[in-house]
């Protein structure tokens, strides 16, 4: 989906899933310096912890939700909120 509404020329950091796309750059990616994949790992595994913070509430499958995609997106984007007042107030997302 995110892929869908870039802007022309930009781009979205993935893992190794999603090599050969165009819109997508990753830690693989052919001819990187060691500044550029570092910075790049470190952003990885951030995206990865805030995933596992969304995991915790078990929100994110559609499947074993019971109502309609509507109150899923709503719910989804709720715990989202919730995610991020928690990294806010713990001064980050690794503090």
């Known amino acids: 989906y995110t892929k869908n509404i870039l802007t022309p020329g930009e781009k979205v950091l993935a893992d190794r899933g999603y090599r050969g796309d165009e819109r997508v750059v990753t830690n693989f990616d052919v001819g990187i310096d060691a500044t550029v994949k570092k910075a790049r790992g470190r952003l990885l595994a951030r995206h990865e912890t805030i995933?596992?913070?969304?995991?915790?509430w078990?929100?994110?499958n559609v499947a074993k939700?019971?109502?309609d995609a509507e109150k899923h997106s709503n719910f989804v984007n709720a715990v989202a909120v919730m995610v991020q007042l928690r990294i806010s107030a713990q001064g980050g997302v690794w503090s």
């Open 51 to 56: 995933n596992g913070r969304l995991k915790m």
């Open 65 to 67: 939700f019971r109502h």
């Open 58 to 60: 078990n929100c994110l």
